[in-house]
């Protein structure tokens, strides 16, 4: 059983001069080892959950606990975590070895200890030899990297990563999330990584929070969040989504434009009205005779690995293919899906409702 290392219980967070709570009654458990990520748009509370964490921001009720002890009232600097900002907050005056060698200079460690230290976590990140670098003479990907090692070099329990990749460019981005994955994964240290991305969320984490109007809306692994979106807003801010209205005629059997389609969910009450999405990529082109749908192909867009081709169905309903093949613009073609692509959704279904109705009908 994975140990838990920082535990929220109804953290609520309100500013003064604004009526709704950044924060409402948040829940969860962080487990030693991992990577997390929280997900979410801007204003959803994200960051102030991390600037908890560290220290820098008080809960205005609830509690947060760090193995097993409450911290509420533990000052910033005796807590056992460092944060890597978005904008890296280094030095510009200190050269590599000064950045990363800062921390422990304030803990007065002998000069033997901090030299071995620093060079060991420039090794970590493959920094080794840039130790007299000037922070001006540094990528962008360079100056994140050194960011990291003067964190790590504290050695804490948790690292705080406040959209660190934001202002990279793709590739570089792209690169660096393998290195931080990869360096989480040889450190062991627990990450809690903050951002807006979805697909970076989706590439580097052990789990996912899904955050929005200052509320855990779900939280698993990538493959669940992806696959089994509990709501609307899940569905849709976690990559591409159709999502169109149906009902869910009994167990296994739903319906959604003017058909009957079997499916692999249930649990709900018969003929419910729901949500029934499918992702672009589980919706293959075929002729209209052999599609479960027939649509009419209006754009198509290339994308590199796929063409992203949007079609309306006879009802006005939009839907969004991802698919190897070109399309014709303006022809019919026939869709055709599996039943385990079509996943249902009830309205506004809570986390906690969607995992009891799960164990109701596995049972």
């Not at 460019?169 to 994964?185: G, H, I, N, V």
């Not at 697909?199 to 939280?219: R, T, W």
Request: glycine share 6%; net charge negative.
């Amino acid at each position: 059983m994975e140990k838990t290392i920082i535990a929220f219980q109804d953290v609520v967070k309100q500013y003064e001069d604004t009526q709704d709570a950044v924060l409402k009654n948040v829940s969860f458990e962080i487990e030693e080892g991992k990577f997390y990520t929280l997900l979410g748009p801007s204003g959803c509370g994200k960051t102030t959950i991390l600037r908890m964490i560290a220290g820098f921001t008080e809960a205005t009720s609830g509690d947060i606990f760090f193995n097993g002890k409450r911290i509420n009232d533990v000052p910033a600097n005796k807590r056992p975590v460092n944060t890597v900002f978005q904008d890296y907050a280094l030095f510009p005056h200190m050269n590599v070895f000064e950045n990363v060698a800062f921390g422990l200079k304030i803990k007065k460690l002998p000069k033997k200890e901090i030299e071995k230290k620093v060079i060991d976590a420039l090794k970590m990140v493959q920094l080794a030899g840039y130790e007299d670098r000037e922070i001006n003479e540094m990528s962008g990907g360079q100056r994140q990297r050194v960011a990291i090692a003067r964190a790590i070099v504290n050695e804490p329990s948790v690292l705080l990563l406040d959209e660190p990749l934001s202002a990279l460019d793709l590739k570089l981005r792209t690169d660096m999330q393998y290195e931080l994955r990869e360096l989480q994964q040889r450190l062991g240290i627990t990450f809690i990584f903050v951002t807006h991305d979805q697909e970076e969320a989706l590439a580097m984490s052990d789990v996912i929070f899904v955050m929005n109007k200052g509320k855990i809306v779900q939280s698993g692994t990538p493959v669940d969040i992806y696959d089994e979106p509990i709501n609307h807003f899940v569905a849709d801010f976690v990559g591409e989504s159709n999502i169109v209205a149906g009902t869910m005629v009994e167990d296994y059997r739903v319906e959604f434009v003017g058909k009957s389609f079997e499916c692999v969910d249930g649990g709900m009450r018969p003929n419910e009205p729901v949500e029934v999405v499918i992702r672009p990529e589980d919706l293959s082109i075929t002729t209209p005779e052999k599609g479960k749908l027939v649509v009419k192909v209006d754009t198509q867009l290339f994308r590199g690995v796929h063409y992203e081709i949007i079609c309306y169905d006879a009802d006005g309903n939009e839907w969004m293919v991802h698919s190897t093949r070109k399309a014709k613009e303006g022809s019919k073609v026939g869709l055709s899906f599996e039943p385990e692509d079509i996943h249902v959704m009830r309205f506004n279904e809570s986390e906690e409702d969607f995992d009891a109705r799960l164990e109701s009908y596995e049972e």
